[in-house]
């Protein structure tokens, strides 16, 4: 591990590997892509971002930090405490819009390499016969054993040099490395939030929305995020990236982590936008709910069965591994393995139930974005 920080493996035996990384010596500020990150460059000279989360763990009670939803709070508030269902909607979103072929960036699941190394066997599971989700309808739940190893999960493993665990360590309160999970995100050269680029165009506003708007990207990304239900939506959580020519050529969006929300309440009070993001301050002028752009999302996302949702919706296995290994150091209570299946099982039914139908959705984004002034009725 002397030449790499980071390297990620496809397989749990290790011997096909993913991709090499490096630490470099940048940070993203707070204003970039994804927020505060430290970067990290593979071997094909390929930026990407690592993203820290700090608060999964309340060491003092031995549970998960608090996962109650409360509709009420601010984004801010609720993201200063949701961090496993941050980084798990951030893995889930990802998969989601790299299925649909939307600009969605590339994202892995990253913990401790002393995690990464305990392996899900009967031995290493503190209690079998625990059962970690009980359906109280049908009185049936899983043992901890079916959990962690017989669901259909990402399976890859990881290896970290001293120095990465270091990086590690320094955003846990006790200075553990084990103590956080991280997410790796690919970084998207060459751009800017979308604030950014109209301030840099701001001699000719009107051709920068023109330019922004004769790109497809922004019109098939729509449905997705109305879908996803993020009440966080706005203008810097999209990316204008720009041509070796300099020209707005893409469109992506980024930052998906407080999606859902335990429930649709989001769509139905329409506060999604509120004006505030690209969806009624660019697509407005150019767009409609019958815009074949539009419908081309509408279309990939109802062919999507329930049984590939569900599979996205799984954590990956690092993640059971990271409760595990705390179950057994006795940093976590048994019982705590059920948030996990928590999150997951509300991603699974929220994204099924919520899964658009083309006449409730085309509503919300008529809602949203308006009818063309020229549309007949």
Not at 126 to 133: Q, Y
Not at 290 to 309: A, G, K, P, W
Request: include cysteine; hydrophobic fraction near 35%.
């Amino acid at each position: 591990m002397s030449e790499w920080d980071l390297i990620l493996y496809t397989d749990d035996k290790q011997k096909n590997v993913k991709n090499k990384l490096k630490l470099s010596d940048k940070t993203l500020s707070a204003a970039g892509q994804h927020g505060k990150a430290t970067i990290l460059i593979d071997n094909k000279g390929k930026e990407w971002l690592l993203k820290v989360f700090s608060k999964i763990l309340d060491l003092d009670v031995k549970k998960v930090s608090d996962l109650d939803i409360d509709i009420k709070d601010t984004p801010e508030r609720s993201r200063d405490r949701l961090h496993l269902w941050r980084v798990l909607n951030e893995i889930t979103a990802s998969r989601l819009g790299r299925r649909l072929y939307l600009n969605v960036p590339e994202t892995h699941l990253i913990c401790s390499g002393k995690i990464a190394k305990l392996a899900l066997t009967p031995s290493t599971i503190l209690k079998e016969e625990d059962v970690v989700v009980l359906d109280e309808e049908e009185e049936e739940g899983e043992t901890a054993e079916e959990f962690y190893l017989y669901s259909e999960r990402e399976v890859g493993s990881l290896k970290t040099s001293t120095r990465f665990e270091n990086l590690l360590a320094k955003k846990s309160s006790r200075e553990d490395s084990t103590d956080v999970l991280a997410l790796l995100q690919e970084k998207i050269p060459n751009s800017q939030n979308i604030d950014e680029y109209l301030e840099t165009q701001k001699a000719d506003l009107d051709g920068a929305f023109a330019t922004i708007q004769s790109i497809d990207d922004a019109f098939l990304l729509l449905p997705f995020d109305i879908w996803l239900n993020d009440p966080d939506r706005n203008a810097g959580n999209y990316l204008i990236q720009l041509n070796q020519k300099n020209v707005a050529s893409k469109i992506w969006g980024i930052d998906y982590e407080m999606w859902s929300f335990g429930s649709d309440i989001w769509m139905e009070e329409d506060n999604i936008t509120q004006g505030r993001s690209y969806l009624t301050a660019i697509i407005h002028p150019k767009s409609h709910i019958f815009d074949s752009r539009v419908n081309q999302t509408f279309y990939r996302i109802r062919m999507l069965s329930d049984e590939e949702v569900i599979k996205m919706t799984k954590a990956p296995q690092l993640a059971c591994k990271f409760f595990e290994y705390h179950v057994n150091k006795e940093n976590l209570s048994s019982d705590e393995r059920e948030k996990l299946k928590q999150v997951e099982v509300n991603l699974e039914d929220f994204l099924i139930e919520s899964r658009p139908r083309s006449d409730k959705l085309s509503e919300i984004i008529a809602r949203q974005i308006g009818l063309p002034k020229d549309f007949k009725t």
